[in-house]
């Protein structure tokens, strides 16, 4: 049985509004859901349309270690409660794992077992229910060896089985009424690190207030990128020369020197998502 259907508030290509149909169709056939939660677009579409077609028989869960930054947490909170969907948290311990702590080019591998190894005695202690998440059709042709990881643990992926990418998650957020749509993509702290550079609590807490301190500021898509102690910031290339307007750079400066970084550097090239992995 279906529940209240989230209504469309500005129209859809027929393409996109046969990608929601099936969408619907995908997850109304599970008869209870958990979604590996983490507050992007995706991972909030797939939950959205579960607690529409599921009701109370779904519910979003989110992996809560030092490499989420306590801002996501806080985002996730507020869209789950906006969704009225059940939201859980549970406490992993990936920096425990010397195949994550060691920052090796397969991390997210162990990150993700780690994550689905608290999920599936969930699910299974709910009469079986069926983990989803929020991977699109973009991430299959990108690095994500956590891809291998959620397919060893039977996770389901209905964005990607439908073929549905990242444009069109956001097109369908959009059209939802969902106020998140155009949110950034935010892969977890550990992602700031070049691969082989040790992972540590301390240094993913130096990165989240590094990047906290720029969000406060404004600048809502960032990475602080961490090589050694020195910091490389990158924000949208439209963006740069704010952050050499002379006030906010020695503020800056001084900022990410209190923080513990001994260097602070601009990256030209500006953002761009998973850089790391041009090595």
């Known amino acids: ?85 059940q939201h859980r948290e549970v406490e992993t311990r990936e920096l425990e794992d010397p195949a994550y702590s060691s920052n090796p080019r397969d991390r997210c591998y162990a990150c993700k077992r780690e994550l689905h190894s608290h999920l599936a005695p969930i699910a299974q202690a709910a009469q079986g229910a069926r983990v989803l998440d929020g ?14 990881a959620a397919i060893e643990a039977g996770v389901g992926s209905p964005l990607a089985d439908l073929q549905i990418d990242k444009s069109c998650v956001r097109r369908l957020s959009r059209a939802l009424g969902f106020p998140w749509w155009d949110k950034p993509a935010q892969p977890c702290l550990a992602s700031r690190f070049p691969y082989g550079e040790a992972i540590s609590h301390d240094r993913l807490r130096q990165v989240g207030q590094a990047e906290a301190w720029l969000i406060q500021r404004g600048f809502a898509r960032v990475r602080v990128r961490s090589q050694g102690l020195s910091a490389r910031i990158e924000i949208p290339q439209e963006r740069l020369a704010e952050l050499l307007v002379p006030e906010l750079r020695k503020d800056l400066v001084r900022a990410m020197l209190e923080l513990g970084f001994t260097s602070v550097s601009l990256d030209l090239e500006g953002l761009v998502s998973g850089k790391l992995n041009r090595v």
Request: charged share 25%.
């Open 1 to 85: 049985m279906a529940f209240e259907t989230f209504r469309l508030l500005e129209p859809l290509s027929i393409e996109d509004e046969q990608r929601l149909q099936q969408l619907r169709k995908w997850i109304l056939r599970c008869d209870r859901v958990f979604v590996a939660y983490s507050g992007g677009v995706d991972s909030t579409l797939v939950a959205a349309i579960a607690r529409e077609q599921l009701g109370d028989q779904a519910c979003a869960i989110t992996g809560v270690s030092p490499s989420l930054a306590p801002h996501l947490l806080a985002e996730a909170r507020q869209q789950a409660h906006w969704l009225d969907i």
């Open 135 to 148: 991977v699109n059709l973009d991430d299959l042709g990108d690095h994500r060896p956590g891809l291998e």
